[in-house]
């Protein structure tokens, strides 16, 4: 078993999951390492009844491996913990979700994770050499920026943990309680990475462009403008101008206006309705289009958020507990008896191919 357990922790080191998950000890091995905490390793092996007296703790998770304990009683002892942490959770959680209620707009501050000290050192650092001119920008730009950023970033870290509990807390999920990377919990005892998110903004670019349209929709709206001299403010960024554009064409009462956003709204509708139907070239696009520095092959269920009549708000749907406790948990129940070959999914990634396990649950406001 110690060979075992020293090529497998070779792999998860060096993220090679397939050798993971493809070994007949590996969701053993996974499961394990989610409850690597040394606290925790001391109370399952006092649970299956394995000396510990002499092990230290960076070398407990090795010798509770080797010991072959049985995968029944790991799974209930999991069970254990993650309840013993729910609750916790619980307690706060109406309050949680009054508080994500409150906010009414948010975005991302106009830029994205791991990218905000580029940003500062771009545009405020190496951009402005006077500082009276540094320190206005600073005020007037950054402040403003940074919050909404600050904002976008709790409000997806918080919606994210509610919405993983909503998974964890199904009979048929056994959680990863611990820190283990690339695996969030175990469905019928395979492992997968919840990644939560909306319609990409990517994907429906590509999805225009295979119908001859402008990919960016803002380059739609504002030809539309310009053509029928509807006025919108050219200083705003991207986001807010085609907030602008979308209302101001929305409640035009001209003839013109009203057929151009209803054709708008049905471009729209049919490319969702299209991925609906075919889920799988959407799943592949989320894997080839991931960020260098972020890539990985890892098992993904993706939670596919869609508010159809306002797709720019989708965000909100994270936050709204009754709609996806319903859906999420009818997915896990008609769903008991997954064969998860059916999620076998193929794609290529700068220039190499790989193979993962991965499927996609679209909850679609109406």
């Known amino acids: 078993m110690i060979e075992i357990f020293r090529t497998l922790n070779s792999a998860y080191q060096n993220n090679d999951f397939d050798t993971i998950l493809n070994h007949q000890y590996g969701n053993y091995f996974l499961k394990l390492r989610s409850l690597s905490r040394a606290e925790i390793l001391r109370r399952l092996a006092l649970l299956a009844d394995v000396d510990i007296d002499n092990i230290q703790g960076r070398q407990l998770f090795e010798h509770l491996f080797c010991q072959n304990i049985l995968q029944e009683t790991i ?34 501050g106009g830029f994205h994770q791991s990218e905000v000290e580029v940003y500062i050192v771009k545009n405020y650092i190496k951009d402005v050499s006077d500082l009276d001119v540094l320190e206005a920008k600073v005020q007037n730009e950054l402040n403003g920026k940074i919050r909404n950023y600050v904002l976008w970033s709790w409000y997806n870290f918080w919606t994210s943990i509610l919405i993983e509990d909503i998974f964890k807390d199904h009979q048929n999920i056994i959680p990863a309680v611990g820190l283990v990377k690339k695996v969030d919990f175990f469905w019928n005892n395979f492992p997968f990475d919840l990644k939560v998110t909306f319609f990409p903004d990517g994907f429906m670019k590509l999805k225009r462009r295979h119908r001859g349209l402008p990919e960016r929709e803002i380059i ?104 996806l406790r319903t859906r999420i948990n009818d997915f896990l129940n008609e769903n008991q008896n997954v064969d998860f070959n059916q999620y ?19 909850i679609v406001r109406e």
């Open 75 to 108: 799974d209930n002892f999991i069970r254990e913990i993650y309840q013993e942490e729910r609750i916790i959770r619980r307690q706060n959680e109406e309050q949680l979700y009054h508080h994500l209620y409150r906010l009414n707009h948010i975005d991302s």
């Open 220 to 323: 739609e709206l504002r030809a539309f403008a310009r053509r029928n001299r509807i006025p919108y403010d050219r200083t705003l960024n991207d986001e807010e101008q085609f907030n602008e554009l979308i209302n101001r064409i929305t409640e035009n009462p001209s003839e013109e206006a009203q057929s151009f956003i209803q054709a708008f709204h049905n471009t729209r509708t049919e490319i969702i309705d299209e991925t609906l139907a075919n889920p799988q070239e959407l799943t592949i696009w989320f894997y080839e289009n991931q960020a260098p520095r972020r890539f990985d092959a890892a098992n993904r269920f993706f939670l596919v958020l869609i508010d159809r009549n306002h797709l720019e708000e989708s965000w909100k749907l994270k936050r709204n507990g009754e709609v």
């Open 344 to 362: 076998r999914t193929n794609f290529n990634w700068q220039g190499t191919n790989y193979e993962c396990y991965a499927t996609c649950l679209f």
